[in-house]
C-alpha cells in the first residue's frame, strides 16, 4: 500500500442534484476526500435529506437484541472483512466485505477504478483475484466475485439504514494505512447528508460518523451496535478534520447490488425540476426541464409540492430522496399548491440522464 499522503485542499464548488433525480437544489459545499490508498479529493454537498426506502432483501438482517460490545462486533465481523489491492493502470489498496456464500464481494467503486488487477486477500490469509461484475460510479459501489471455498466465506448481515439513529454506537473495520482488519469506534454523527460521486453527482443519504477513517479503510463496512452492515465507508473530511467520515447507506448498496447481480447498469429515476424550500413547508419549484418528466407532466414554476405519493414533504431535500428511491418508468402522484389551490398531478419518472 502506498505511504499514506497528505490530504489536498479541495476546490469548493457547487454541484447540481442531477443524480437523485432532481436538478440542483442548493446547499453548504465542504470538501472531503474518498479512503482508498490513492489521494483523491471531491467536494461534497452537505444537507438534511429523508430517506424512507424499505429495503429490498439481499442478506438476512439480524433480529433485535441487546447492543454487542465493539470486542464482540469484532469477532463476529472480522472474518468477513477483507483486503483489496489492484495493479496495472492504477496501483492502490482498500477494504471490503463478504456479502454472501456466492462469493460476492463489496467494495467501494473508486477503490477498483482504473485497475487491471483486483487481488481479495481473506482472513484466512487465501489471496485470490476478483472479477469485477458491475462498479456504479454514481453510488461508488462495485461488487466483485471470488472463486474459493465456501467455508472461507463468512458473509456480513445487512441492517436497515432507515433505522439508524444519531447517537448511535457505530464501528469501522478495514485496512486503514495498511494496517489489516482494524477497528475503530464512535457514534453515528449525522445523518442524510449529501456527499459527492466520482463521477461528480450526488449520493443522497449518506451517514455521517466520528468513527476514525483513515486511507486504507474506503470500501469496509460500517457496523451497528448489532454488528449489521448500516454503510460502506468512502470518505473522509479534509482540512485537518478527521473526526468527520462518511459511509454510503446499506439500503443504497442493497438497491445497486441487486441491480449489478442482474448485470444491469444501475437505472436512477428523473423528474427533472430545480427546486428550494418553500415558507411553511414543501418543495418550491424553480425550474422545469423541457421535455422532462416534469415538463410532460404539467409541472410549473412556482408549484410547491406538498406530498408525493401519500408522503408529505416538508424539507425540500426529501423530494429528491423520495425519486431516487423509485425507478424509471414509476408513477409519481403529487400533491401541490398552485396559486393558493391544491391539485394532484401524476408524473411517470424518466432515467436520470449522464
Known sequence: MDAPRAVMDALRRLLPFALAALLGAGAGVGAFVSLSG??????????????????????????????LSAAEIYRRAA????????????AGAGSGFV???????????????GADTVTVRLASG???????????????????????????????????????????PVVAIGNPLGLERSLTAGVVSGLNRTIDSPRGTSIAGAIQTDAALNPGNSGGPLLDGHGRVIGVNVQVAAGGN???????????????????????APAR????????????????????????????????????VLAASG??????????????????????????RRDGRTLTVMATLGRAPS
Open 38 to 67: 490513492e489521494e483523491r479529493t471531491t467536494t461534497t454537498v452537505v444537507r438534511e435529506v429523508t430517506i424512507k426506502a424499505p429495503p429490498a432483501t439481499l442478506t438476512e438482517q439480524a433480529p433485535a437484541a441487546s447492543a
Open 79 to 90: 472474518p468477513g472483512v477483507v483486503e483489496i489491492s489492484t495493479f496495472g493502470g492504477v
Open 99 to 113: 456479502l454472501d456464500k456466492e462469493g460476492h464481494v463489496v467494495t467501494a467503486a473508486h477503490v477498483v477504478n
Open 126 to 168: 487465501r489471496e485470490t483475484q476478483a472479477r469485477a461484475l458491475g462498479v456504479d460510479d454514481s453510488s461508488d459501489i462495485a461488487l466483485l466475485r471470488v472463486n474459493v471455498p465456501r467455508a472461507e466465506l463468512h458473509p456480513l448481515p445487512l441492517g436497515d439504514s432507515e433505522a439508524v439513529a444519531v447517537g448511535d
Open 242 to 264: 478527521t473526526s468527520i467520515g462518511y459511509a454510503v447507506p446499506v439500503n443504497t448498496l442493497r438497491r445497486v447490488v441487486a441491480q449489478l447481480k442482474a448485470g444491469r
Open 269 to 304: 429515476a428523473y423528474l427533472g425540476v430545480r427546486i428550494e424550500q418553500a415558507l411553511g413547508g414543501g418543495a418550491r419549484i424553480v425550474e422545469v426541464v423541457p421535455g422532462s418528466p416534469a415538463s410532460r407532466a404539467g409541472l410549473q414554476v412556482g408549484d410547491v
Open 311 to 336: 408522503r408529505d414533504i416538508r424539507s425540500y431535500d426529501e423530494l429528491p430522496a423520495l425519486v431516487a428511491e423509485r425507478s424509471p418508468g414509476e408513477k409519481l402522484t403529487l400533491r401541490l
